[in-house]
């Protein structure tokens, strides 16, 4: 069975960093894609970033290029998104997906606040 565990997540200053882990098991994800989306309080759940396992290709939303990157670890199944520079508008919960043609198991979230 596919396990995703989110974590990092936290309070933080606007300016500030975090970095989230996601670690998955329950299989070989060789051929998959793991991505990064967030839901805010009152809004629909929104893509954040992606990468491909076996290539590193990634990819990310345009709110979030230059402050945040993604990275993964094969030999740890983990994967990390970086985020830099946070802003306010950054606050919501953070998910992490895994899928080959659409994202077919998802983490429980971790809260992620920016505020001062």
């Known amino acids: 069975q596919v396990q995703l565990v989110e974590s990092g997540g936290g309070l933080v200053q606007p300016g500030g960093s975090l970095r989230l882990s996601c670690a998955a098991s329950g299989r070989t994800f060789s051929s998959y894609t793991m991505g990064w989306f967030r839901q805010a309080p009152g809004k629909g759940r929104q893509f954040v970033a992606s990468i491909t396992w076996n290539g590193g290709n990634t990819a990310y939303a345009d709110s979030v290029k230059g402050r945040f990157t993604i990275s993964g670890d094969n030999a740890k199944n983990t994967v990390y998104l970086q985020m830099n520079s946070l802003i306010p508008e950054d606050t919501a919960v953070y998910y992490c997906?895994?899928?080959?043609?659409?994202?077919?198991?998802w983490g429980q979230g971790t809260q992620v606040t920016v505020s001062s």
């Open positions: 997906a895994v899928g080959r043609v659409t994202y077919e198991y």
